[in-house]
């Protein structure tokens, strides 16, 4: 890939901001992550970060996880100096239930309330950008909450700052490649009907305009997968390929979008296939998130494109089963920080 800037670069230089951190489900690996991460602030030259949560249940968890972590109240204009020497947290309004493994509905207004002041801080320019511990839906759903997901909720509040709709694009991104896809969390039987010529030029827009301006490729190589096996095989085994994907690439080749295929995604995502593009625009869920966990499981960033603010999160959920074990691997969400930190050097 033509990379300038992926989840597993060093921080040459911290954002003159702190980066925002909503501090997840607090019954999850969210804390242990985000602990141990600022425990190796130094070793790995990681950029400054404040926390949306709750000090005595930070503290409580890193004594489970047998850390000496200093954990001091800090507003986001005092975290890059209390950053060396604490882990600097904004208090919350809203309380948790502090019970690690286990999901509870009661603790859904202070996650969301986490979100919330991390994107107004963000977009208020108090801080760099907004990095987002893992959260679960079914805790959510069960207090009320009205949106699909995370990725949803954060379009719903740029709206909310900005006054325009925005079309939340996720993609997962990591040292071997970038992956995008057009439809996400549906069945698999439902992606053919739900597809759309207008759908692929819209994402495609959007992967194209934020790798120019918050990854520094001035000219991004966009690859097109294929729905069905082979590309349809000239419609053979389908005709997605021909009616929908194909206008879509013409479309956006008239538009000035290097882009190219369908191509069948079984040739993809070898290494000299992913030399040649700077993204795969893929069809479904599993066929761009497959091969991006297979390549960077540990280290892949879930980024969110096509906001007013930079998003980026760790690629793996709550995993209640080893929450404040000690077990949970803070990779990710180290990856996760580089890379906002690094978007930002662009914004």
Known sequence: ???????????????????????????????????????????????????????????KRADMLGM???????EPEEACSVFQSALP???????????????????????????????????????????????????????GFPHPGHTEFLAKLAERHT???????????????????VTIHIALHEVSAALTTKDIVETSLIANQDLKSRFGIASPRLAIAGLNPHAGEDGAMGREDIDVIVPAIAALKKLGVDARGPLPADTMFHDAARDSYDVAICMYHDQALIPAKALSFDDAVNVTLG???IRTSPD????YDIAGTGKAKPDSFIAALKLAAQMAQYD
Not at 89 to 105: I, Q, R, T
């Open 316 to 319: 793996h959920g709550t995993a």
């Open 163 to 181: 006054g325009h709709p925005s079309k939340p694009v996720m993609m997962l991104s990591g040292p071997k490649l970038r992956s995008i896809p």
């Open 89 to 143: 947290v904004s208090e919350l309004v809203h309380g948790f239930m502090d019970k690690p493994g286990v999901p509870l509905a009661v603790n859904a207004a202070g996650v969301i309330e986490a979100i919330e002041r991390s994107v107004s801080d963000t977009m208020e320019n108090r801080a760099a950008a907004v990095v987002t511990a893992p959260i679960a839906k079914k805790p959510l759903y069960d207090a």
């Open 307 to 309: 906001l007013p603010f």
């Open 68 to 74: 000496s972590a200093l954990i001091k109240a800090a």
């Open 1 to 59: 890939m033509n990379q300038p800037i992926n989840a597993s670069d060093n921080t040459d230089a911290a954002p003159i901001l702190p980066l925002a951190v909503s501090c997840g489900d607090p019954n999850g690996i969210g804390a242990d992550i985000l602990l141990m991460a600022w425990d190796k602030r130094e070793a790995l030259n990681l950029p400054p970060f404040y926390v949306f949560g709750h000090l005595a249940h930070l503290q």
